[in-house]
């Protein structure tokens, strides 16, 4: 796990350098099987909850969520 998140923040850092970096929150809850993180990426206010957010995707695992980034950075690439 911990290279997982080694590449989400290289990943992250290089959107950021981009500057389209999203806002990505975290909540943790219990399902039927034990501790469930819900990982949301979004634009606009920090507040997940809000109307003003233009919300791009919401996974629940890492290697999702840095698909999404992934995918997101892909994205900034082509339209440059």
Known sequence: MA???KTINKVSRALKAKGIMPLINHEQFYGDN?????YV??????NPRSKNNDIIA?????LDLLNVLI???????SDE
């Open 3 to 5: 290279s997982i998140q």
């Open 34 to 38: 034990g501790p469930v993180t819900k």
């Open 41 to 46: 990426i979004h634009y606009g206010n920090p």
């Open 58 to 62: 919401t996974v629940f695992s890492k």
């Open 71 to 77: 995918e997101t950075l892909k994205a900034g690439d």
